[in-house]
């Protein structure tokens, strides 16, 4: 009898995809199969180590993800069964036959498929039955590994710490930041927050090119993106061309937007206008380029400072 183990992870996190594991084993007793247990009460060393085993070792290995946007869209109940479904796909492709599914839980996330007769939900399944003990591992690892890249992304977040769950230092970095699109917005205490990083970054910018329109700035260009590069705003004033960085926080205890330019931001703001303009050259022969930085803090969106970093 071939079991289809299927087990979920990332169901509570405020961040951050469901991800749904599936596996069947080529035997459960063999020697390696004695170390697979609820993912849970095994270190992330450990559990890292058995997913790269269950990998190499299993007859077949699946994963269901839905994303944090599909979730909101659709709700958690389907989107575990969106999610089973995926996990079901992946096991048919790689074409291992199996005549029983068991469920860690209480509800057949198959229910109303061609396989919901095959279904067996059960309490505590991810301790008890192997397959669904790596189901378990394999889906936590990859959710994890997910999670810790995506903290390389939005830096101020610390996903790589605790993964999209509700912590108290993910609170503390939503009221400084705001939401990023990873954020489940269908979730009461992201929906509490009530605003997206973009949303707040937009406001940012709208407030800042009204000051340099204000001080006779003309604006040619806001969020202006590429696969390569993003700059928030271009302005021409006099003969200079501007290309002003916006930092938006809730706060400014952090300091003053000079501390946030680092020296792998600066080049960063240095290669966009270079690219910029040179696909610009009308602009590069009449106009000197210089790089700005903008700090917009509150919720009433005040602008605390405005200046060239060349001058």
């Given at each position: 009898?071939?079991?289809?183990?299927?087990?979920?992870?990332?169901?509570?996190?405020?961040?951050?995809?469901?991800?749904?594991?599936?596996?069947?084993?080529?035997?459960?007793?063999?020697?390696?199969?004695?170390?697979?247990?609820?993912?849970?009460?095994?270190?992330?060393?450990?559990?890292?180590?058995?997913?790269?085993?269950?990998?190499?070792?299993?007859?077949?290995?699946?994963?269901?993800?839905?994303?944090?946007?599909?979730?909101?869209?659709?709700?958690?109940?389907?989107?575990?069964?969106?999610?089973?479904?995926?996990?079901?796909?992946?096991?048919?492709?790689?074409?291992?036959?199996?005549?029983?599914?068991?469920?860690?839980?209480?509800?057949?996330?198959?229910?109303?498929?061609?396989?919901?007769?095959?279904?067996?939900?059960?309490?505590?399944?991810?301790?008890?039955?192997k397959e669904v003990s790596a189901a378990s591992?394999?889906?936590?690892?990859?959710?994890?590994?997910?999670?810790?890249?995506?903290?390389?992304?939005?830096?101020?977040?610390?996903?790589?710490?605790?993964?999209?769950?509700?912590?108290?230092?993910?609170?503390?970095?939503?009221?400084?930041?705001?939401?990023?699109?990873?954020?489940?917005?269908?979730?009461?205490?992201?929906?509490?927050?009530?605003?997206?990083?973009?949303?707040?970054?937009?406001?940012?910018?709208?407030?800042?090119?009204?000051?340099?329109?204000?001080?006779?700035?003309?604006?040619?260009?806001?969020?202006?993106?590429?696969?390569?590069?993003?700059?928030?705003?271009?302005?021409?004033?006099?003969?200079?061309?501007?290309?002003?960085?916006?930092?938006?926080?809730?706060?400014?205890?952090?300091?003053?937007?000079?501390?946030?330019?680092?020296?792998?931001?600066?080049?960063?703001?240095?290669?966009?206008?270079?690219?910029?303009?040179?696909?610009?050259?009308?602009?590069?022969?009449?106009?000197?380029?210089?790089?700005?930085?903008?700090?917009?803090?509150?919720?009433?969106?005040?602008?605390?400072?405005?200046?060239?970093?060349?001058?």
């Amino acid at each position: 009898m071939a079991i289809l183990g299927i087990d979920e992870v990332g169901r509570g996190p405020w961040a951050g995809p469901l991800v749904l594991g599936g596996v069947i084993l080529t035997d459960a007793t063999a020697d390696w199969c004695q170390d697979l247990t609820d993912s849970k009460k095994l270190t992330a060393k450990k559990r890292e180590e058995l997913a790269k085993i269950i990998h190499k070792n299993a007859a077949a290995v699946s994963l269901g993800w839905v994303s944090s946007a599909e979730l909101d869209k659709i709700g958690m109940s389907e989107s575990l069964k969106l999610a089973a479904r995926r996990v079901v796909y992946g096991i048919k492709e790689q074409k291992i036959p199996f005549n029983e599914v068991v469920i860690d839980g209480t509800v057949n996330f198959l229910a109303g498929t061609p396989l919901e007769n095959y279904v067996t939900v059960l309490k505590k399944a991810d301790f008890l039955i192997k397959e669904v003990s790596a189901a378990s591992i394999v889906a936590k690892v990859a959710r994890d590994s997910y999670m810790t890249a995506l903290s390389q992304k939005y830096q101020n977040y610390g996903f790589e710490k605790h993964v999209g769950y509700g912590t108290a230092a993910h609170k503390k970095a939503i009221e400084a930041f705001g939401l990023t699109p990873e954020h489940r917005n269908s979730f009461k205490p992201i929906q509490a927050q009530g605003i997206t990083t973009k949303q707040l970054g937009d406001r940012g910018e709208t407030v800042v090119s009204d000051y340099l329109k204000n001080n006779g700035h003309q604006i040619i260009a806001r969020n202006h993106r590429t696969p390569f590069y993003e700059i928030d705003i271009i302005s021409i004033k006099d003969q200079t061309i501007y290309f002003t960085e916006v930092k938006y926080r809730k706060n400014t205890y952090r300091g003053g937007p000079l501390e946030m330019i680092t020296k792998e931001k600066l080049s960063q703001m240095t290669f966009a206008a270079e690219s910029f303009l040179n696909f610009q050259p009308r602009l590069r022969e009449r106009f000197s380029p210089l790089l700005a930085v903008a700090s917009v803090s509150g919720t009433n969106f005040h602008l605390d400072d405005w200046f060239s970093l060349s001058e």
